[in-house]
């Protein structure tokens, strides 16, 4: 998650990483929000969750703690 930076909406560059459900996430970010998308790819899902990228820095920092 950490590459997220990269994951470019604009140019509609994104990661597969997680499911939700069996059903894969994908996550992009546009100016500073990260969008994880849960559908079967990244042009047709089913539901978005919006968040800012630091609540993401901090999430992933977080699971780091519990490994």
Do not use: K
């Not at 997220?4 to 100016?31: F, K, M, Y």
């Not at 539901?47 to 703690?65: G, S, Y």
């Amino acid at each position: 998650m950490r590459a997220i930076r990269e994951a470019d909406w604009n140019s509609r560059r994104t990661l597969q990483v997680g499911t939700a459900g069996e059903i894969p996430v994908h996550w992009c970010i546009e100016d500073g929000t990260v969008t994880a998308l849960i559908g079967p790819d990244h042009e047709t899902w089913h539901i978005a969750f919006l968040m800012p990228v630091a609540t993401v820095d901090r999430l992933v920092t977080e699971a780091a703690d519990f490994s």
